[in-house]
């Protein structure tokens, strides 16, 4: 049920050096044998699980409930049947994240998918082909497409390669790394807009519509000329020598124009 999900809790079992150290995809079974060796040998709550995921180089467990999350995270470390590297737990935000590729493989029909990756392995660096685990393989045209599930370093390189790798005599393009790349450049961006926004709201309230395209009333401005002052009894209104209230103007030139000789009168 939607209230039995909402409850689950991930734990990760990871080498103790992820990502540099990784579990072998012959690893990912063992371990989890020690760990139903361990619930055999008795536990402090009844411990449930929703499923069991393996990743390239990792592995994910649902656990039912936060007491389960809490032994599995307690007993990683010290798994008794389990001989290979030092292991470790993490939760939330520490899991890695879940990386798939689509790749067509030209020239490929009739070549097995062990064969196609062992050729990206021998060609490109720093791709762990050997962690690259198939979730889809067909056949079409005169090629193979594959979806793969990576892990974080070979994303990584591809990601630096320009989403392509190098295949028989050539290169090939990567499908599926530009939505990660694309969320990280818009999060990236959020703050920049957000405060050009904000200047283009103070100025706009600095000016009342935002923009001059209004007609400006200089009457209403108590403009004078040079030499008056509001108190020197000249330059007022009804003196003898004032010249005549100056034009409403807007943006168009030939007003402009008007008032610029008027003013020079």
């Not at 209230?3 to 150290?21: G, M, N, R």
């Not at 044998?33 to 990743?55: M, S, W």
């Not at 990386?99 to 030209?106: D, K, L, M, S």
């Not at 409403?248 to 030139?253: A, D, F, K, Q």
Request: aromatic share 6%.
């Amino acid at each position: 049920t939607y209230a039995e999900t909402a409850k689950v809790v991930k734990v990760a079992i990871l080498p103790k050096e992820y990502p540099e150290i990784h579990l072998r995809p012959e690893d990912l079974s063992l371990v989890e044998d020690a760990v139903i060796h361990e619930i055999a040998l008795g536990t402090p709550c009844k411990v449930q699980f929703g499923g069991i995921h393996f990743r390239p180089g990792h592995i994910i467990v649902d656990c039912i409930d936060e007491e389960t999350a809490k032994w599995l995270s307690e007993i990683t470390p010290k798994l008794k049947t389990w001989k290979g590297v030092d292991l470790r737990a993490c939760l939330g935000d520490e899991i890695p994240r879940a990386h798939n590729i689509t790749v067509f493989f030209p020239r490929s029909t009739g070549k097995e998918d062990d064969f196609i990756l062992s050729l990206v392995h021998a060609q490109n660096e720093g791709l762990n082909t050997n962690l690259w685990k198939v979730l889809r393989s067909k056949e079409e045209g005169p090629g193979r497409l594959l979806t793969l599930g990576i892990d974080e370093e070979s994303s990584t390189m591809i990601r630096k390669n320009g989403h392509t790798i190098f295949y028989r005599f050539g290169k090939i393009p990567v499908q599926g790394l530009q939505k990660l790349e694309n969320e990280k450049k818009k999060t990236e961006e959020v703050p920049e807009e957000t405060e050009m926004t904000s200047e283009k709201a103070s100025l706009q309230g600095m000016s009342g519509e935002g923009s001059l395209s209004g007609s400006l009333d200089l009457t209403q401005l108590n403009l004078q000329s040079p030499g008056h002052s509001a108190g020197d009894g000249r330059g007022t209104g009804g003196q003898r020598g004032r010249p005549p209230p100056p034009p409403t103007i807007s943006n168009h030139g030939h007003q402009h124009h008007q008032w610029h000789q008027w003013w020079r009168s």
